[in-house]
Each structure stands twice: as structure tokens, then as C-alpha cells.
């Protein structure tokens, strides 16, 4: 069964520091990977999918099927990157997201 | 607003009850997800339909039932409820395929006490 680990419950950084949320996934075929962000358990929205290779607020993730991760990257992080982030894994066109256990960032002043 | 409607926002019930969370899905959007969000288990997905029929099921209880309508809202049946269901409920939707990622609701905080 396809998996998603985020090995980290909780990361927390200085803010300008570069921040790395880790994701791992277990898929031998091509998947389709997203980051999702919670702020104060509010509704979740899209941040990344990996197929538009776009960065949003200054966070970037790369697919590395080598090594089977999704690690969500930004150089400078900001108070208002705090929030819960979670790495999600679909396996093709309709089926449904899974989702990785979650990090939650926080990022002090 | 994420046009994804969930309905209510809060609700608060007693043990051995029976509740429905309603989700009206972003205009266009044919596949509607539920997922259980609670402290310990993080996003549990629940249950998919695409276009009013059943696509995927998850880790949904048997005390557990959701439908979807010709108007394509969906609703999540909950009964005999136990203090354990306690935690928000989200809907998601997304165009047919989903390879455009979902699109989440504000979700119901469901107490159970």
C-alpha cells in the first residue's frame, strides 16, 4: 500500500532561517505529490503539486524519485510560515489523496 | 472562500447519537472527498464519490455512511456516536481527475460528549 511519512511532528526555527520539511513516500511508480498547509486548523489549501514545479510564498519542493522524497524547502523562513504542513500522495488521475502524518512549523521570532 | 461549503461549522452531541455533515462542493468539481481530522490520527481518509456514486472507501466505521446527491452535494452520516469521533470533519473536492489537487472545506468541528 502506497505511504506517506513526515518523520518530523515538529520543526522549529528562527525566523530568516532555512527551513526543510521532510517527505518520504513508498510508491515504486510515478506518483503525483502535493504540499497542503493548515493555519490554526482552518481549512487546508494547496501550497505545491509537483507536476507545476512552481514556488509558492517562496517555498519550493523537488521530486526525487531516486530517493523517494518530497522535502518542502525555503530558504528565509518567516513568522507567518508557521502553520501545519502536510505531504500528500495521489496515485493517478482519480483516486484520492494520501496524506503524511503532518509537521507542524514553527517559526519564532 | 474556497467555494467547498461544509455545513455546520460546530456541533456539539452526546454519546449514542446520530448526526449529518453536509459539503457542497466547489462549482464544477464532480468528485467529493471526506476526511477525519483528530489529534492522534492526523487526516484519515474516509470516503470518495464521483458524481453521486461511490468511488473509494477508506478507514470509514460501519457506524459510518455517506451519499451523494444529483446536485452533487454530499452528505456524512455519523451514528451511534462515541466520544472517540470526536474531531473536524473536512470535505474536499476536485475536477474529475484530481490532478489538479483538492480543494478543502472549512470543515465541521464535530464534540461528542
Known amino acids: 500500500a502506497q505511504r506517506v511519512t513526515q518523520p518530523e511532528k515538529l520543526l522549529s526555527v528562527f525566523k530568516g532561517a532555512p527551513v526543510e520539511l521532510k517527505c518520504n513516500y513508498s510508491y515504486s511508480g510515478s506518483p503525483e505529490l502535493f504540499w497542503y498547509v493548515q493555519y490554526s486548523r482552518q481549512r487546508l489549501q494547496l501550497l505545491l503539486r509537483h507536476i507545476s514545479r512552481e514556488s509558492i510564498k517562496g517555498f519550493t519542493a523537488d521530486l526525487n524519485k531516486g530517493e523517494t522524497s518530497f522535502h518542502l524547502k525555503k530558504p528565509f523562513a518567516q513568522e507567518e510560515d508557521s502553520a501545519m504542513y502536510y505531504c500528500?500522495?495521489?496515485?493517478?488521475?482519480?483516486?484520492?489523496?494520501?496524506f503524511g502524518g503532518g509537521t507542524r512549523l514553527m517559526v519564532k521570532p | 472562500d474556497s467555494g467547498v461549503t461544509q455545513t455546520p461549522k460546530h456541533l456539539i452531541t452526546a454519546t449514542g447519537q446520530r448526526v449529518t455533515l453536509r459539503c457542497s462542493p466547489r462549482s464544477g468539481d464532480l468528485s467529493v472527498y471526506w476526511y477525519q481530522q483528530s489529534l492522534d490520527q492526523g487526516l484519515q481518509f474516509l470516503i470518495q464519490y464521483y458524481n453521486g456514486e461511490e468511488r473509494a472507501k477508506g478507514n470509514i466505521l460501519e457506524r459510518f455512511s455517506a451519499q451523494q446527491f444529483p446536485d452533487l452535494h454530499s452528505e456524512l452520516n455519523l451514528s451511534s456516536l462515541e466520544l472517540g469521533d470526536s474531531a473536524l470533519y473536512f470535505c474536499?473536492?476536485?475536477?474529475?481527475?484530481?490532478?489538479?489537487?483538492?480543494?478543502f472545506g472549512s470543515g465541521t468541528r464535530l464534540t461528542v460528549v
Open positions: 500528500a500522495l495521489r496515485l493517478g488521475a482519480g483516486n484520492m489523496l494520501t
Open positions: 474536499a473536492s476536485s475536477v474529475a481527475t484530481g490532478g489538479q489537487g483538492y480543494t
